[in-house]
């Protein structure tokens, strides 16, 4: 059974810190890339940063560049998302995604809230 858990998601005050993480089960974890996504309100989900099936590649979205950081543990299976310098424009849920695009495999955690707010 495939699992993706999301922890570390809570409300920080702005220009603070969080980790998120994300455990992954029931698949090859070393063969898939990954990535994390968040929705808004009222927005459309959308991508944050992505990390190769290696660790060696990795990719955000310009809005997080500078302040977020991801990472991944093959061994461990897990993946995290450092957060650095929040802003309330950074609000929302954020989503593990685990990729395999040769075969189409494509599963998803059930998310994890951030609220950046004073």
């Known amino acids: 059974q495939v699992q993706l858990v999301e922890s570390g998601g809570g409300l920080v005050q702005p220009g603070g810190s969080l980790r998120l993480s994300c455990a992954a089960s029931?698949?090859?974890?070393?063969?898939?890339?990954m990535s994390w996504y968040r929705q808004a309100p009222g927005k459309e989900r959308e991508l944050v940063a992505g990390i190769s099936n290696t660790g060696g590649s990795t990719n955000y979205t310009d809005s997080v560049k500078g302040r977020f950081t991801i990472s991944r543990d093959n061994a461990k299976s897990t993946v995290s998302l450092q957060m650095n310098s929040l802003k309330p424009e950074d609000t929302a849920v954020y989503y593990c995604?685990?990729?395999?695009?040769?075969?189409?495999?494509?599963?998803w955690g059930q998310g994890t809230q951030v609220t950046v707010s004073s």
């Open positions: 029931g698949f090859p974890f070393w063969g898939y890339g």
């Open positions: 995604k685990a990729a395999l695009r040769q075969l189409g495999r494509y599963y």
